[in-house]
């Protein structure tokens, strides 16, 4: 048959394709739809999808995976879309899943501590829920109002209390997963590996970056609600007496929940809006939360108090009374929303190092920062060596975007010298799939390789994630 000119074009053949895989309603195809899925938390980088579908359930979505092969197209989860790492974005376009839609709380079992939970269910929602019940789960990134258990786990998110309690990694006990062809497979459950459920290769999903499989549900571990805690807010004059407080603070045996720092940059910006709360000027401000069984935490409130005094902090505040604490975080908790406003654009970097290397790679952030006339300001999970220097600059300037990169990798090559690592807890997505060689070399970036291929073979899912060659190739 002669095609009558002009030929359809592919996405009009796409969105017939999709439309056959799911309900009316659930694929959008227009360029204002699009609009909103095409960067992340990393708003500079664009890539617009071919299309996006927002499942009702995991029916829905297994029937899309069914036939998503035959698309011919990548395939992109997408939770709330807060990555500061460009992984939930169509490097190379195709369809995002959006998984808003999957919100509910199936279970929670305050007897075994775990509940199930769908993978769009929000994070500060699964909090709310789990509070009446006097359990919680413990993985706290600042994103918790938006940001999804889906994109938590893919990326096995961090956050300010994990210093103590631990990464996401450490609270799933199970997931379920859908791969390319519509197979739902279950790697653990509420007994972890254990039980009816022995597949237990849910560590290989965590953290997996949508690279391997599209998540559903999990079952997750939870931990009773500490009946005390204690809040500290602490500043430094230097770095040097900033850093023997964090060195106390992490041999000490109240072994803090959390330990935060902002730079004298950071508390620069925070007394400058109107979130100010009198911090002094050309400070570095420490906050600290101890917590657990209340005897033992008021035991220990005087020590933590004396050990940030010794340290050098002449201004140490603490509280366990809600609205106090509230005041205590504020700085802290304003400083990312601050960022935000300051600058056209911003790159938040996520990186880790042993402790002890904390003054020298700050060093390298302000001397290459100032250096390229970009602004630096730290906030970060200092007790983890959890680093997040933000670099704030407007990518319509020729050469500023370029300037942030090349910072950006002298930093990871120092980060790997020291001997830290690439991601704390934001991932790899496209922002740092280059730095992989700097930490894996050829026979462990084989292996890497080889896992996603294993579960699409043709790196449907996700491509030009994590691994910087690794294409979709129909
Ligand atoms: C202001 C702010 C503060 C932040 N603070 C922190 C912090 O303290 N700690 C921290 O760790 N992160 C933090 N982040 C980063 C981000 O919020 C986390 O990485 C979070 O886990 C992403 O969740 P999301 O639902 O937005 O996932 P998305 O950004 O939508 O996706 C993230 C990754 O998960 C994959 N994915 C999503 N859903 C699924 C699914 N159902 N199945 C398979 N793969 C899936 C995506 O493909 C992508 O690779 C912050 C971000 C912002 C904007």
């Known amino acids: 048959m002669v095609c009558p000119s002009p030929c359809p074009p592919v996405k009009s053949s796409l969105s017939l394709s999709l439309s056959a895989l799911l309900p009316r309603g659930r694929v959008l195809t227009s360029p204002?739809?699009?609009a909103g899925y095409g960067a992340d938390g990393l708003g500079y980088k664009k890539y617009l999808p071919d299309a996006v579908v927002i499942p009702a359930d995991a029916e829905e979505l297994i029937g899309f995976m069914h036939g998503a092969k035959a698309l011919g197209v990548p395939v992109v989860m997408r939770g709330a879309g807060t990555s500061l790492s460009g992984g939930p974005v169509a490097a190379q376009g195709g369809v995002i899943v959006h998984?808003?839609?999957m919100k509910t709380?199936?279970?929670?079992?305050?007897?075994?501590?775990?509940?199930?939970v769908e993978c769009g269910v929000t994070l500060n929602d699964l909090d709310a829920a789990l509070k009446p019940h006097g359990v919680f789960y413990p993985p706290d990134p600042s994103s918790g109002p938006v940001c999804t258990l889906g994109g938590?786990?893919?990326?096995?998110?961090?956050?300010a209390h994990c210093f103590r309690y631990g990464v996401t990694s450490n609270y799933v006990l199970g997931v379920e997963a859908v791969m390319l062809d519509g197979r739902v497979h279950r790697f653990g459950g509420p007994a972890?590996?254990?039980g009816a459920w022995r597949e237990d290769w849910k560590r290989f999903m965590i953290g997996s970056e949508g690279t391997l499989a599209a998540f559903t549900r999990f079952w997750l571990r939870l931990l009773p609600l500490p009946e005390k805690v204690w809040t500290f807010r602490a500043t430094y004059p230097d770095l040097k007496t900033v850093e023997a407080a964090i060195h106390a603070l992490v041999a000490h045996p109240s072994y803090p929940a959390a330990i935060e720092m902002l730079d004298p940059r950071g508390v620069a910006m925070v007394e400058s809006s109107q979130m100010a709360c009198g911090l002094p000027e050309g400070s570095f401000m420490l906050l600290v939360e101890i917590d657990g069984p209340e005897a033992l935490v008021n035991a220990r409130v005087q020590s933590v108090a004396n050990l940030l005094r010794q340290a050098g902090s002449a201004d140490v505040m603490f509280s366990d009374k809600d609205d106090m604490r509230q005041k205590l975080w504020k700085?802290?908790?304003a400083s990312g929303g601050l960022l935000g406003q300051l600058s056209p654009d911003y790159v938040v970097q996520d990186a880790v190092i042993p402790k002890r290397a904390l003054a020298e790679v700050l060093q390298l952030v302000y001397?290459?920062?100032?250096?390229?006339?970009?602004?630096a300001v730290n906030v970060f999970h200092a007790g983890d060596g959890n680093l997040h220097p933000n670099f704030l600059f407007d990518s319509r300037v020729p050469g500023e975007l370029e300037k942030v990169e090349l910072i950006s990798k002298r930093l990871m090559q120092r980060v790997i010298e020291v001997g830290g690592t690439l991601s704390g807890e934001h991932g790899i997505g496209n922002d740092k799939s280059a730095y992989m060689p700097l930490v894996f070399g050829p026979d462990s970036m084989r292996l890497q390789w080889a896992v996603p291929a294993a579960f699409n073979p043709a790196h449907q899912m996700n491509p030009l994630k994590v691994y910087d060659h690794r294409r979709f190739i129909a």
């Open 32 to 34: 204002a739809q699009l």
């Open 99 to 101: 998984t808003s839609a």
């Open 105 to 116: 709380i199936r279970r929670i079992n305050t007897d075994g501590f775990w509940c199930e």
């Open 152 to 159: 938590n786990v893919a990326s096995n998110a961090g956050g």
């Open 192 to 194: 972890g590996g254990r």
């Open 331 to 333: 700085a802290r908790k």
């Open 367 to 375: 001397d290459e920062a100032d250096a390229a006339d970009i602004r």
